[in-house]
């Protein structure tokens, strides 16, 4: 039978709990209950106790709560309800997770559920879930629902939330539970093709799409991450965990929100993690001609003056200078000089976006050069290989011959790994 593990502070909502429980159990998964509150006394019984899993966080209970720092609970009963987590998957006691909470209770079973496989269900039910919940979610799938009132009592309101989530939840990990290994998200790249990891924005599509097609050909799975943000932070970390075989990264735009403040960084890893973990990758500066903004009227006015494109009613587009060119060419030379794996970067010496191809807005010879002479200049002297491609990055060919270089050089190491 599938198990479900409820994770929470049974001090604060433990009649909640105590009714989700009931409800999970109605519908034919069992349960296990475990309680990460500190202050009060649990309201229902638990089945892994709130000492338990502070002793999971190397503290002890009595001393934690004589301390009286709240934040301090928090933190360390987050780092013990995800010890616990892990145990009891690995145990094979855990088919899918469910939380509700606040802001504390949200931190301290997010925190757990990102600790867990893709695949895994999770769902958290959260009053913070209507905001900015990329703190909780961060790059796993983890299902949030929005509780529309505080958790506090189950009312008209909030019983058929409660009861859409432990329904949901049941019916995910039964699936779950039930799934034959081979086609577990959570055992990606255990078995089946190689996985290679691709990411693309709306304005590189063309060419990413033959690049996934050549790969898929070549007997690769492709995943692919929208240049969002947090698609290129889930990339970082899934590549982190070794779960590729070879990165495709044709699209850095994230670079450029990250150095002109754009709205849809990746933060200062990107573009570190493959080259940290010695995973063969084939890079291209993909839509480094533009930094993306939200609404047309968000542009900051030093801005206004440049090529600004309206590219949906959401993401209004400014093409960068010259000047921003080249540090970006720079910045991703220095990234790839410091890769452990086999690297290349491609150069679409005709175009970096479907607007900057020939006769597009952002077509600008003079700052795509400033790019790529950068490009050339930082890995002059380096292992990483600079391969000029005389065609824009939405050709079909350029798509094509990256996928045939990243399979040459995945290929080369499984041929030098089985000679070992």
């Given amino acids: 039978m599938a198990i479900v593990v409820l994770v929470g502070t049974l001090d604060t909502k433990g009649l909640e709990y105590g009714w989700l429980r009931e409800r999970l159990l109605r519908r034919g998964v069992d349960v296990l209950v475990v309680d990460a509150g500190v202050a009060g006394e649990p309201r229902v019984p638990a089945d892994i106790p709130r000492a338990e899993v502070a002793r999971a966080a190397g503290v002890d209970l009595e001393r934690l709560r004589a301390e009286g720092d709240r934040g301090a ?120 093709r190689p996985l290679v990891a691709a990411s693309m924005a709306g304005v590189t599509t063309p060419g990413v799409d033959a690049a996934r097609e050549r790969m898929t050909g070549l007997g690769y799975e492709v995943l692919v991450f929208h240049t969002s943000g947090t698609g290129g932070r889930t990339l970082e970390a899934l590549a982190g965990q070794r779960l590729f075989a070879g990165v495709l990264d044709l699209t850095l735009s994230e670079l450029a929100d990250d150095l002109c403040g754009g709205i849809l960084t990746a933060g200062p890893d990107r573009l570190l993690s493959a080259g940290r973990h010695g995973i063969p990758q084939v890079v291209s500066p993909g839509a480094l001609d533009m930094v993306k903004f939200g609404p047309l009227d968000t542009v900051p006015a030093r801005m206004r003056d440049r090529h600004v494109h309206v590219h949906n009613p959401s993401i209004t587009v400014v093409r960068t200078t010259e000047g921003e060119c080249a540090e970006l060419g720079r910045r991703v030379a220095a990234k790839l000089r410091a890769a452990t794996g086999p690297t290349a970067v491609c150069l679409p010496l005709r175009g970096l976006s479907t607007l900057g191809e020939p006769g597009g807005p952002y077509h600008d010879p003079v700052a795509d050069e400033a790019l790529f002479g950068a490009v050339r200049d930082g890995l002059r002297g380096s292992a990483v290989e600079v391969v000029e491609v005389d065609t824009h990055i939405n050709d079909p060919s350029f798509g094509r011959a990256a996928s045939d270089l990243l399979h040459r050089m995945i290929a080369a190491g499984v041929r030098e790994a089985g000679g070992a």
């Fill in 73 to 192: 609970a928090v933190t360390a009963m987050a780092r013990g309800a995800t010890e616990t987590v892990l145990r009891l998957r690995e145990e094979g006691r855990l088919d899918g997770v469910l939380a509700i909470g606040g802001s504390g209770g949200t931190s301290i079973a997010t925190r757990a559920m990102r600790a867990l496989p893709l695949g895994v269900p999770k769902v958290m039910v959260s009053s913070m879930a209507s905001g900015d919940v990329s703190p909780y979610v961060g790059s796993t799938d983890i299902t949030m629902m929005y509780s529309v009132v505080d958790i506090a009592g189950v009312n008209s309101v909030l019983a058929p939330i409660l009861a859409n989530a432990a329904d949901a939840v049941a019916g995910m990990a039964r699936g779950f539970a039930t799934a034959s290994r081979a086609v577990r998200p959570a055992d990606l790249g255990a078995a089946g």
